[in-house]
C-alpha cells in the first residue's frame, strides 16, 4: 500500500467482509475509476461469479473468461475435457461419485487411492487412503473440508501416483489465437500439498518430455478457449510419465522463477491481453536463460508442523545483491494477523545455472532478518543444505523423507 498510488478500503480485517466480498470490490473499483480488475493469486483470483460480475460491470477482467474459470474450477469437468483433447490424466474417474460409487471405483483402481474434492484447491477436501478399511472416514472427512471451503462437497477418485514430482507449464494465450508455454517449473517441495520451494526450470528434464509437456499445456489451454496467464499443473512419475492434476487458472505464487528465467512479464504481458493485444511474440522467440529459484517465506513453525505464528514483526531485513528478487508484502512494524494466508515474502535467485543460483540463495538466506515472528528460513535453509536436493534428484515425498 505505501508504494500505491492510491488505496481504497475494502472492509473489515476478516476476508469473508473485505477481500471475498464481491459487492465491496466493484464498489472500490468504481471510486477508484478503474476500468480493468487484477484478480491476484488469491481471494476471488479463480471465482467465476466474480468474473462475471467484473464484466457486468464494465470493467475488464485480467485473467480467462468465466466459462473457463468455471470449468476448470471443477476438477471432473477439467480431467473429463483434457482427456477429450488429448491430455493425459491420472487414472481415475471422471465424474463425482456416490460413497457407494467411490468405494467400487476404489477396488477397481486398487489400492493406495486419493479422494480429491471436485472444487477447490489448496490441498483441502482432498486424502490418501492406502487400504480399504480407511476409505469410508476419508470420504466423510473430504466431503466435510470441501463443503466448508468451496461450497459443494462433490468428490472422485484417483489412483495414487508413487513418488511423484509436481511439475507445472505456464502459458500465456492472447484472444487472436495464439498460445505459447514459458517452459516448466519444478514445485515438489510442499507441505500439506501447499508450496514451500520451487525452480525453473525442472529437475531431470529430458528435450522430449520438456517439448510433450509444452505441447500438452498448449492443447489444454486451447481446448478451454484460454485467455491470459495460466498454468497446467502435472504429476510425473518415477518413469519419466506425467499425468493433467489441474489448471490454475490465474497468476501463480511461483510466476516470478518464469520471469526470471525467460525475461518475459508475466503479470504485464496479463494486462496486455486483457486489454485486447496481442502477445507480440510467438513460441520460438521464447528461450530458458539460467536457472532460478524461489523460497516462500512463511509466519510458520516448521518445527511445530509449520503452526502459524501471528504477531508483531519488529525487524524486517531484506537480503540484497546480484540475481536477487524480493516479492515482499510487509514491513518492520506489519502486523501478521490470523485473518488471512501467513506468506509474507517470496525471495527468489537467480544464477546462470542451477549451482549458481543455489550459492545465490544459501547466501541470500543467511542475510535475511525476521524477528518478532516464527518463520520458514530455517526449514528452507535445511532445505538447501539437503544432499538429494542439490542433486536436483526429490519429489512430492521430500519434507517427510529426507528433513525427518
Same mark, same amino acid.
Given at each position: 500500500?505505501?508504494?500505491?498510488?492510491?488505496?481504497?478500503?475494502?472492509?473489515?480485517?476478516?476476508?469473508?467482509?473485505? @477481500?471475498?466480498?464481491? +459487492?465491496?470490490?466493484?464498489?472500490?473499483?468504481?471510486?477508484?475509476?478503474?476500468?480493468?480488475?487484477?484478480?491476484?493469486? *488469491?481471494?476471488?483470483?479463480?471465482?467465476?461469479?466474480?468474473?462475471?460480475?467484473?464484466?457486468?460491470?464494465?470493467?475488464?477482467?485480467?485473467?480467462?473468461? !468465466?466459462?473457463?474459470?468455471?470449468?476448470?474450477?471443477?476438477?471432473?469437468?477439467?480431467?473429463?475435457?483434457?482427456?477429450?483433447?488429448?491430455?493425459?490424466?491420472?487414472?481415475?474417474?471422471?465424474?463425482?461419485?456416490?460413497?457407494?460409487?467411490?468405494?467400487?471405483?476404489?477396488?477397481?483402481?486398487?489400492? !493406495?487411492?486419493?479422494?480429491?474434492?471436485?472444487?477447490?484447491?489448496?490441498?483441502?477436501?482432498?486424502?490418501?487412503?492406502?487400504?480399504?478399511?480407511?476409505?469410508?472416514?476419508?470420504?466423510?472427512?473430504?466431503?466435510? +473440508?470441501?463443503?466448508?471451503?468451496?461450497g459443494d462437497d462433490a468428490i472422485y477418485v484417483e489412483k495414487l501416483v508413487s513418488q511423484p514430482r509436481h511439475v507445472?507449464?505456464?502459458?500465456?494465450?492472447?484472444?487472436?489465437?495464439?498460445?505459447?508455454?514459458?517452459?516448466?517449473? +519444478?514445485?515438489?517441495?510442499q507441505r500439506r500439498h501447499q508450496k514451500l520451494v520451487e525452480e525453473a526450470p525442472a529437475n531431470q528434464m529430458t528435450?522430449?518430455?520438456?517439448?510433450?509437456?509444452?505441447?500438452?499445456?498448449?492443447?489444454?489451454?486451447?481446448?478451454?478457449? @484460454?485467455?491470459?496467464?495460466?498454468?497446467?499443473?502435472?504429476?510425473?512419475?518415477?518413469? *519419466?510419465?506425467?499425468?493433467?492434476?489441474?489448471?490454475?487458472?490465474?497468476?501463480?505464487?511461483?510466476?516470478?522463477?518464469? +520471469?526470471?528465467?525467460?525475461?518475459?512479464?508475466?503479470?504485464?504481458?496479463?494486462?496486455?491481453?486483457?486489454?485486447?493485444?496481442?502477445?507480440?511474440?510467438?513460441?520460438?522467440?521464447?528461450?530458458?536463460? *539460467?536457472?532460478?529459484?524461489?523460497?516462500?517465506?512463511?509466519?510458520?513453525?516448521?518445527?511445530?508442523?509449520?503452526?502459524?505464528?501471528?504477531?508483531?514483526?519488529?525487524?524486517?531485513?531484506?537480503?540484497?545483491?546480484?540475481?536477487?528478487?524480493?516479492?515482499?508484502?510487509?514491513?518492520?512494524?506489519?502486523?501478521?494477523?490470523?485473518? @488471512?494466508? !501467513?506468506?509474507?515474502?517470496?525471495?527468489?535467485?537467480?544464477?546462470?545455472?542451477?549451482?549458481?543460483?543455489?550459492?545465490?540463495?544459501?547466501?541470500?538466506?543467511?542475510?535475511?532478518?525476521?524477528?518478532?515472528?516464527?518463520?520458514?528460513?530455517?526449514?528452507?535453509?535445511?532445505?538447501?543444505?539437503?544432499?538429494?536436493?542439490?542433486?536436483?534428484? @526429490?519429489?512430492?515425498?521430500?519434507?517427510?523423507?529426507?528433513?525427518?
Amino acid at each position: 500500500m505505501r508504494c500505491a498510488d492510491e488505496a481504497h478500503l475494502v472492509g473489515p480485517p476478516q476476508a469473508a467482509k473485505s @477481500y471475498l466480498d464481491v +459487492e465491496r470490490i466493484l464498489a472500490a473499483a468504481k471510486s477508484a475509476g478503474a476500468d480493468a480488475v487484477h484478480p491476484g493469486y *488469491g481471494f476471488l483470483s479463480e471465482n467465476a461469479a466474480f468474473a462475471q460480475a467484473c464484466l457486468d460491470a464494465g470493467l475488464a477482467f485480467i485473467g480467462p473468461g !468465466p466459462a473457463t474459470i468455471r470449468d476448470m474450477g471443477d476438477k471432473v469437468v477439467a480431467r473429463r475435457t483434457m482427456q477429450a483433447a488429448g491430455v493425459p490424466i491420472v487414472p481415475g474417474t471422471t465424474a463425482a461419485l456416490s460413497n457407494d460409487e467411490a468405494v467400487a471405483a476404489a477396488r477397481e483402481l486398487g489400492f !493406495p487411492i486419493m479422494v480429491k474434492a471436485a472444487a477447490g484447491g489448496g490441498g483441502r477436501g482432498l486424502r490418501l487412503v492406502q487400504r480399504e478399511e480407511e476409505l469410508a472416514q476419508a470420504l466423510v472427512r473430504a466431503r466435510s +473440508e470441501a463443503k466448508s471451503g468451496f461450497g459443494d462437497d462433490a468428490i472422485y477418485v484417483e489412483k495414487l501416483v508413487s513418488q511423484p514430482r509436481h511439475v507445472e507449464v505456464q502459458v500465456l494465450a492472447d484472444r487472436h489465437g495464439r498460445t505459447v508455454h514459458l517452459f516448466e517449473r +519444478e514445485c515438489s517441495i510442499q507441505r500439506r500439498h501447499q508450496k514451500l520451494v520451487e525452480e525453473a526450470p525442472a529437475n531431470q528434464m529430458t528435450p522430449k518430455l520438456r517439448e510433450d509437456m509444452g505441447q500438452c499445456a498448449i492443447a489444454a489451454a486451447k481446448a478451454v478457449g @484460454y485467455e491470459g496467464a495460466g498454468t497446467l499443473e502435472f504429476l510425473v512419475d518415477g518413469d *519419466g510419465r506425467f499425468y493433467f492434476l489441474e489448471m490454475n487458472t490465474r497468476v501463480q505464487v511461483e510466476h516470478a522463477v518464469t +520471469e526470471l528465467v525467460t525475461g518475459i512479464d508475466i503479470v504485464k504481458t496479463g494486462i496486455r491481453i486483457a486489454a485486447g493485444e496481442p502477445l507480440g511474440f510467438e513460441q520460438a522467440d521464447v528461450g530458458l536463460h *539460467g536457472w532460478a529459484l524461489e523460497c516462500r517465506i512463511y509466519a510458520e513453525d516448521p518445527d511445530k508442523n509449520f503452526l502459524p505464528s501471528p504477531g508483531k514483526l519488529t525487524e524486517f531485513r531484506l537480503p540484497e545483491g546480484p540475481g536477487v528478487r524480493n516479492d515482499a508484502g510487509v514491513a518492520a512494524g506489519s502486523e501478521v494477523t490470523v485473518f @488471512y494466508d !501467513p506468506l509474507l515474502a517470496k525471495l527468489c535467485c537467480w544464477g546462470r545455472d542451477r549451482r549458481e543460483a543455489l550459492a545465490r540463495m544459501r547466501r541470500a538466506l543467511a542475510e535475511y532478518v525476521v524477528t518478532g515472528v516464527k518463520t520458514s528460513l530455517p526449514f528452507h535453509k535445511r532445505v538447501l543444505e539437503n544432499a538429494a536436493f542439490q542433486a536436483g534428484r @526429490y519429489d512430492t515425498g521430500f519434507i517427510a523423507n529426507e528433513l525427518r
